[in-house]
C-alpha cells in the first residue's frame, strides 16, 4: 500500500516543527521534556532508515557467522540471546577478537539510532 | 502547598520550642523521583534556634524503588556520614509518625550553591580551583569511609556476602540481568572480565553509592553539601572513588576522570592525606568499570518501569536506550586498562 509521505517523512518535519517553532518559546521543565520528545523522534527517525538501508541485517548476519563458527546455534532471531547465555556459561573466550568485533559492531549499531554522537 | 508548608512549620516549631513561626518561603526543589524535596525557610521566634533558618523537607514521593532506602534509614546514614565529618546537610528530625504530613519525612539543614553537573563541568573554574575541588572530594570520602560495621544505628545495611564486595556485585548484576529477561552480551562479557580480575578487596565501610557530579553542591570553587545518601552501602571504598570517576558522570570534560572537574591523582593523594590508606588506582580503574555495569542495570531498570507500565515515562523510556553508551564505554575501558597492565 502507498500511503504518502511516508511515516520517516511525517516523524521528520514534525520534529522539525517541535525544534524550530515550539522548543524557542519554551523554558525550564517544559523545554526540556521537548527536547526529550525531539530526542525519541530523531532516534525513530535513525531506526527507519537504518532499516531501510537494512543494516540490522547486516549487524544480524555477522552475529550469525560468529555463532556459526563456534558451533552455537545460529537462529537469526534468537542469535543475542544465544550469544548472551553462552557468554554467562563461559562458553566462549571473552579476549578473543573476533567476539570483540562482532559485540562492538551490535554496539555501534545500536549508538548510530540512539545517539550516534557519541561514537568516538 | 501552603498547608504542607504549615504542616511542615508546625513540626519544626514542636521540635526547636520556638513561641512561633513564620514562613518565609516554601518550595518544591527540583531532583529525585524517590523523594520529594522540599525548601522551607523560616523565622522562627525563641526556641533552641531563633531567627531565619532555611531548611529542606525530604520525604518519599509516590513511587518508591525497591532498593534505595526508606526516609528513616537514610536519616540514620546522613547522621553516621555527619557524625564522621561529612560535608552533609546537618539531620535534624526525623518524622516517622506518617499521620503528621501523610507519610515519612524528615528536616536537615539546607547548603548553598548549585549541584548542576553542567554548570560545574562547563564552569569558568581555574585549575587550582579545580584541584582544590577534588581535594575536597577525596576528603569527604575519606572521611565517610571512616565508619566501619558494625554500627548499630545502622543495622538495616546488609553486609556485602562473601569476603569480596565486587564479586557479589558481579552475582547482584548477573541476577538483575536474569529477572530483566533481556539479552546483554556486552554486560555478560564485562562481567565475566569483573569476575576474572577482582582486585583484593579493601576494608568494608559505609560507601555512598551514588558519590558524582551532580550529588554534591559547589558554591564558588567550594564544596557545600553531599547530597542523596539512598542508595547507602557497606562496601568497598574504591566502589565510591570508581562510581565518581566513571566515564558516564563527567557531563562532557571527558579528559578530567573526575567527575568531568579534575584529575585522579589529585582525588587519591588527598584520599590519603586524610585517610592514611594508599589506594592503588588500578582498584579505582576496575571500578570504574563496575561502575558502567552498574549504571547499565540501572538504565535497564527504569527501562522496565515503564514497558511493564509501571510507571510510563518518555525519560525513563529514553534511559533504557542509553544503555549502548555503557556498553560502548566498557567495550573501550576494558581493552585500554588491558593495554595498560
Not at chain 2, 593523594?269 to 558502567?292: F, H, N, T
Request: hydrophobic letters at 40%; one cysteine or more; proline letters at 5%.
Amino acid at each position: 500500500m502507498i500511503n504518502e509521505p511516508d511515516s520517516r517523512d511525517l516523524l521528520t518535519e514534525a520534529r522539525q516543527v517541535l525544534l524550530d517553532s515550539l522548543v524557542p518559546d519554551l523554558a525550564g521543565e517544559q523545554k526540556y521534556q521537548a527536547l526529550m520528545i525531539a530526542n525519541a523522534m530523531g532516534m525513530a527517525i535513525r531506526e527507519i532508515e537504518q532499516r531501510a538501508q537494512g543494516e540490522p541485517d547486516a549487524t544480524d548476519r555477522s552475529l550469525s557467522q560468529f555463532l556459526a563458527g563456534h558451533q552455537l546455534p545460529d537462529d537469526p532471531s534468537e542469535g543475542e540471546q544465544t550469544l548472551a547465555r553462552a557468554l554467562r556459561d563461559r562458553r566462549l573466550d571473552g579476549d578473543d577478537p573476533e567476539l570483540r568485533s562482532v559485540l562492538k559492531g551490535m554496539t555501534e549499531a545500536r549508538l548510530r539510532i540512539n545517539n550516534p554522537g557519541f561514537l568516538k | 502547598m501552603s498547608a504542607l508548608a504549615d504542616t511542615f512549620s508546625n513540626f519544626i516549631v514542636r521540635q526547636t520550642g520556638a513561641r512561633n513561626a513564620r514562613v518565609i518561603e516554601f518550595s518544591k526543589l527540583s531532583g529525585g523521583a524517590i523523594q520529594d524535596n522540599f525548601g522551607l525557610t523560616l523565622e522562627l521566634e525563641g526556641g533552641d534556634r531563633p531567627g531565619g533558618q532555611e531548611f529542606v523537607v525530604r520525604q518519599d514521593a509516590p513511587s518508591g524503588v525497591a532498593e534505595s532506602l526508606s526516609r528513616s534509614e537514610e536519616f540514620r546514614v546522613l547522621q553516621a556520614a555527619f557524625g564522621a565529618g561529612v560535608t552533609a546537610p546537618e539531620p535534624l528530625w526525623l518524622c516517622e509518625d506518617a499521620e503528621v504530613s501523610g507519610r515519612i519525612f524528615y528536616v536537615m539543614s539546607r547548603a548553598s550553591g548549585t549541584a548542576s553537573p553542567r554548570k560545574l563541568v562547563k564552569g569558568d573554574l581555574t585549575e587550582d580551583q579545580r584541584r582544590h575541588l577534588v581535594r575536597r572530594l577525596g576528603a569527604e570520602l575519606a572521611r565517610l569511609h571512616t565508619v566501619r560495621p558494625p554500627m548499630d544505628s545502622l543495622a538495616f545495611l546488609e553486609l556485602p556476602t562473601g569476603s569480596n564486595p565486587a564479586l557479589s556485585r558481579v552475582g547482584l548484576y548477573r541476577r538483575y540481568l536474569e529477572e530483566i529477561g533481556e539479552p546483554h552480551p556486552v554486560l555478560e562479557w564485562a562481567l565475566n572480565w569483573l569476575e576474572d580480575h577482582a582486585p583484593e578487596p579493601g576494608p568494608t565501610v559505609l560507601c555512598h553509592c551514588d558519590f558524582r557530579t551532580g550529588n554534591y553542591m559547589v558554591d564558588g570553587d567550594e564544596l557545600t553539601a553531599v547530597l542523596d545518601w539512598e542508595f547507602a552501602a557497606w562496601s568497598d571504598p574504591c566502589e565510591d572513588l570508581g562510581w565518581l570517576c566513571c566515564r558516564s558522570w563527567r557531563f562532557g570534560g571527558d579528559d578530567r576522570e573526575v567527575g568531568g572537574v579534575g584529575d585522579k591523582a589529585d582525588l587519591l593523594a588527598s584520599y590519603r592525606e586524610v585517610s592514611g590508606a594508599d589506594i592503588d588506582p588500578s582498584a579505582v580503574s576496575y571500578w570504574e568499570v563496575m561502575a558502567l555495569v552498574r549504571w547499565a542495570m540501572i538504565a535497564l531498570q527504569q527501562a522496565r518501569r515503564h514497558m511493564s507500565g509501571e510507571q510510563r515515562s518518555l525519560e525513563l523510556a529514553l534511559t533504557g536506550r542509553m544503555v549502548a553508551q555503557m556498553e560502548y564505554d566498557l567495550l573501550n575501558q576494558i581493552p585500554e586498562l588491558e593495554e595498560g597492565q
